[in-house]
């Protein structure tokens, strides 16, 4: 199983939940552009989160140095994102596949995000609530649908809402796969308590 996670914008959990997914299941995880904080990115934080011996983090397919639009960081350092070079890592395992942002981030003038999707991976959509986040999730939803892409379901990340979940899962009709808490900190112990919460429903999609 493929699983792709983005969310309905940038520093909404994408990190967070890809380690949960990625300790619920043992699977390997690979963010294929990171943009930004190279000594301390999303692989680093991911090796730091999970406990179990069998996931394996793959190297980016691009480490650019400037946090921005991949499509401006990779301008800053004076190359273009080719999709040729992107290459998935291979694995007999699960694999967990972060995006960068949202799903419409370009990558290059021609792609953005939503073009790293594979026709075999599941798009797992993290959002957030702040104000507007109805409207970024819908249309991170739409968008997705009108690509043909399969969604396998969304996660709610931080302090719940009621209005606002059952608004987006009552248009939508897309599944809701759980929360996470808005915890004060998150270390190997928590996210290794969300992830037996989440194993059942991942091992299911």
């Known amino acids: 199983?493929?699983?792709?996670?983005?969310?309905?914008?940038?520093?909404?959990?994408?990190t967070i939940a890809s380690a949960i997914i990625t300790e619920a299941l043992q699977a390997d995880y690979w963010k294929p552009i990171q943009a930004g904080d190279l000594s301390d990115s999303d692989s680093h934080k991911i090796r730091k989160y999970i406990s179990n011996q069998k996931s394996k983090v793959h190297n980016n397919s691009y480490a650019l140095n400037t946090p921005a639009s991949p499509h401006y960081a990779a301008a800053i350092d004076g190359i273009t994102l080719d999709l040729k070079e992107i290459i998935e890592p291979k694995t007999k395992n699960h694999l967990v596949i972060e995006g960068a942002g949202g799903i419409l981030v370009p990558l290059n003038e021609n792609n953005t995000?939503?073009?790293?999707?594979?026709?075999?991976y599941k798009v797992i959509i993290v959002s957030r609530h702040y104000l507007g986040s109805i409207n970024h999730t819908l249309m991170t939803i739409e968008v997705l649908k009108n690509k043909k892409i399969a969604i396998a379901g969304i996660l709610f990340n931080g302090d719940e809402n009621p209005s606002t979940e059952s608004i987006i899962l009552s248009k939508t009709g897309i599944k809701n796969l759980g929360r996470i808490g808005n915890e004060p900190y998150f270390d190997k112990n928590v996210i290794a308590e969300y992830a037996e919460a989440f194993r059942e429903v991942l091992e299911k999609l």
Request: aromatic fraction near 4%; avoid cysteine.
């Open 113 to 120: 995000i939503a073009d790293l999707i594979q026709p075999d």
């Open 1 to 14: 199983m493929k699983l792709f996670i983005t969310g309905i914008g940038t520093d909404v959990g994408k």
